[in-house]
């Protein structure tokens, strides 16, 4: 599928937009770390709109609609505490417009662009930068009735990270709220080791 084929409408995001992702405290020895966000290495192709030669960035317009795309998916059976411990809750703004693919819409003529066929999906975002756009925006297909974003490199280098919470209080064992959220809404046990 390629862009020609979906023709979606291209949308201007404005400056001071918030964004939401979960990703790790800390990355993985081949982790890409740029303005506070730790990404995958390019060209691993495990996303949906993954780029072969340039990290993207998932986002997601509320704390519990990235919970639920990274989490606490549909077809996850449990969650556990440690995964929980390891990853932070980090805010993004955009600092000026981003030009966006908007797929928002047609999933019901193009069911592929919920499945887990990533080769349709990651051929049209290879389009959609070359025609010099700064990501895609689409709806969660976790969370009905929410957005998210995939950012290039031109997008990600248009946002500003504004803060990181954990998802565990350090010391307290304290869940931050949008998780206990999306652990209700999904539900999908969180499970600890026990001490016997």
């Given at each position: 599928m390629?862009f ?65 795309e990274?989490?606490?998916r ?41 499945s ?13 930068r ?19 974003v995939?950012?290039?490199n ?6 500003k ?24 809404g999904?539900q ?9």
């Amino acid at each position: 599928m390629h862009f020609k084929d979906l023709s979606p409408p291209i949308i201007e995001i404005p400056a001071q937009q918030t964004w939401h992702r979960v990703q790790r405290k800390s990355g993985r020895g081949d982790s890409v770390r740029t303005k506070g966000y730790v990404l995958a290495p390019p060209g691993s192709l495990a996303g949906r709109f993954d780029l072969l030669d340039e990290p993207t960035a998932y986002l997601a317009d509320s704390p519990e609609t990235a919970l639920y795309e990274s989490l606490f998916r549909r077809e996850v059976r449990s969650c556990h505490w440690d995964r929980l411990e390891q990853r932070v809750l980090v805010s993004f703004a955009t600092q000026t417009y981003l030009r966006l693919a908007d797929l928002r819409g047609l999933e019901e003529r193009y069911p592929v662009l919920q499945s887990m066929r990533y080769e349709t999906s990651q051929a049209f975002a290879k389009d959609c930068r070359q025609q010099d756009l700064h990501g895609i925006l689409y709806a969660s297909a976790q969370h009905p009735y929410h957005g998210c974003v995939c950012l290039f490199n031109a997008g990600i280098a248009r946002t500003k990270k504004l803060a990181a919470v954990a998802l565990v209080q350090a010391g307290a064992d304290v869940l931050h709220k949008a998780v206990v959220a999306a652990a209700r809404g999904s539900q999908v046990p969180i499970i600890r080791e026990c001490a016997f």
